[in-house]
């Protein structure tokens, strides 16, 4: 079966940097992607991955290691508009998007 | 770029009542469509993926006759929730991509509640 993992719940503090891991197990692999989610709201997206290796945009950065079948979400200089919850979702290889359940990231000042 | 816009943000009705949700990519064309819904602290569940001049793909367990999905151009999907009930209310939400290894982006969602 398809199986994406990834911590339930995760607390940090402002100004810190948190690390979100997602490991996944899919039939096919065409890019993993990284979504934001505040309570109440729709997902919004973050990044996509599809080859090994880290991307950077601002504050956020997303890694990616397919022989690993594992991808991480960094988030530097936290701020407490970052308490939400983050989504890890893959693409497979009928390009359908298998979502992980969301860790939910708590920032305490 | 990449917006989607979904109307209504929120809807109030009585038992019975048929509800439509509107789903539009604002600044492009978007071949496939999916609808998601979500309970409280709970993940995102995919109720089909709609494909624009064909019939929607349905999950497992959705009901196609109360889940009414029309995807009739490029920039437009509609759900309608026939005959709706308690049980149905629930946030829908809508997305769009612009091919298949594009993300999807999503509207900001659809409250629904049934009286």
């Known amino acids: 079966g398809q199986n994406i993992d990834q911590p339930t719940e995760m607390t940090a503090t402002e100004g810190a940097i948190v690390q979100i891991n997602c490991t996944y197990q899919t039939s096919g692999f065409n890019g993993l992607f990284w979504y934001q989610q505040h309570a109440g709201e729709a997902p919004t997206f973050l990044s996509y991955?599809?080859l090994d290796g880290l991307e950077e945009k601002g504050r956020f950065s997303s890694f990616l290691s397919r022989s690993k079948g594992y991808s991480y979400l960094l988030l530097k200089e936290l701020q407490m508009k970052d308490s939400a919850s983050y989504l890890c979702a893959v693409m497979d290889s009928n390009y359908q998007l298998i979502w992980g359940a969301g860790t939910k990231l708590i920032i305490k000042p | 770029g990449a917006v989607v816009s979904q109307h209504p943000s929120w809807v109030i009705c009585k038992s019975g009542t048929s509800v439509k949700i509107e789903c539009r990519s604002l600044?492009?064309?978007?071949?496939?469509m999916f609808w998601y819904r979500q309970f409280p602290k709970q993940s995102l569940m995919l109720m089909a993926t709609?494909?624009?001049?064909?019939?929607?793909?349905?999950e497992q367990g959705v009901e196609k006759d109360k889940f009414l999905i029309n995807h009739a151009s490029l920039t437009l999907s509609t759900l309608t929730v026939t005959s709706a009930h308690p049980e149905d209310s629930s946030f829908y939400i809508c997305?769009?991509?612009?091919?298949?290894?594009?993300?999807?982006?999503f509207g900001d969602g659809t409250r629904l509640s049934i009286l």
């Open positions: 600044d492009f064309q978007a071949t496939t």
């Open positions: 991955n599809v």
């Open positions: 709609s494909n624009e001049g064909s019939k929607a793909t349905y």
């Open positions: 997305s769009a991509r612009t091919g298949e290894s594009q993300p999807q982006h």
